[in-house]
T-cell receptor, first 112, second 115 residues
Framework: DGGITQSPKYLFRKEGQNVTLSCEQN?????MYWYRQDPGQGLRLIYY???????QKGDIAEGYSVSREKKESFPLTVTSAQKNPTAFYLC???????????FGPGTRLLVL | AQKITQTQPGMFVQEKEAVTLDCTYD???????LFWYKQPSSGEMIFLIY??????QNATEGRYSLNFQKARKSANLVISASQLGDSAMYFC????????????FGTGTRLTIIP
């Protein structure tokens, strides 16, 4: 089955720790995206990538980093510089940039 | 800057009735796309329907239709014959076709279907 997978489902971060959220897709989509969702809010774009080895900052990129070494993978690292990381993180992909985005099941990040 | 407004934080609807979820938008770009997503309690965002700003007809997908009124800048989602499984958060989103890649989301409407 084609789709987008995110792992883990829940992630706990200690103070000063970097954590990495995984996003994998087997849809052969070129573009991938990371969004953050806070309670009672819509989604906000963190980073996006239109093609392998290229990515751009979204609206709230501070404290986050990404890589796109393979077409099917777009991991997100939440660094210690992100002071309020508790949120629900959603990865999405689209067959081409500016096409409909399809989402993974999400990762909930909690701070200990 | 693009903006999406959803004014209904929550709605309760009887099963089998039709329901309209409101969405208004603001953009200075003449070319844009409007999307509706469903988010059940599991958290995944499920794509429902898309409307392009130049599309002449309102989009339809099964029980979902989009009431697009360009002059009023509204893009309301209509769900016909509601089912218990329709209970979820619903988000309206917009993307300017010549802007960056982001979808701008509204704050959502929580729909509850009553048996």
């Amino acid at each position: 089955d084609g789709g987008i997978t995110q792992s883990p489902k829940y992630l706990f971060r200690k103070e000063g720790q970097n954590v990495t959220l995984s996003c994998e897709q087997n849809l052969n989509h070129d573009a991938m995206y990371w969004y953050r969702q806070d309670p009672g809010q819509g989604l906000r774009l963190i980073y996006y990538s239109q093609i392998v080895n290229d990515f751009q900052k979204g609206d709230i990129a501070e404290g986050y980093s990404v890589s796109r070494e393979k077409k099917e993978s777009f991991p997100l690292t939440v660094t210690s510089a992100q002071k309020n990381p508790t949120a629900f993180y959603l990865c999405a992909s689209s067959i081409l940039p500016r096409e409909t985005q399809y989402f993974g099941p999400g990762t909930r990040l909690l701070v200990l | 800057a693009q903006k999406i407004t959803q004014t209904q934080p929550g709605m309760f609807v009887q099963e089998k009735e039709a329901v309209t979820l409101d969405c208004t938008y603001d953009t200075s770009d003449p070319s844009y796309g409007l999307f509706w997503y469903k988010q059940p309690s599991s958290g995944e965002m499920i794509f429902l329907i898309y409307q392009g700003s130049y599309d002449q007809q309102n989009a339809t997908e099964g029980r979902y239709s989009l009431n697009f009124q360009k002059a009023r800048k509204s893009a309301n989602l209509v769900i016909s014959a509601s089912q218990l499984g329709d209970s979820a958060m619903y988000f309206c989103a917009m993307r300017e076709l010549f802007g960056n890649e982001k979808l701008t989301f509204g704050t959502g409407t929580r729909l509850t279907i009553i048996p």
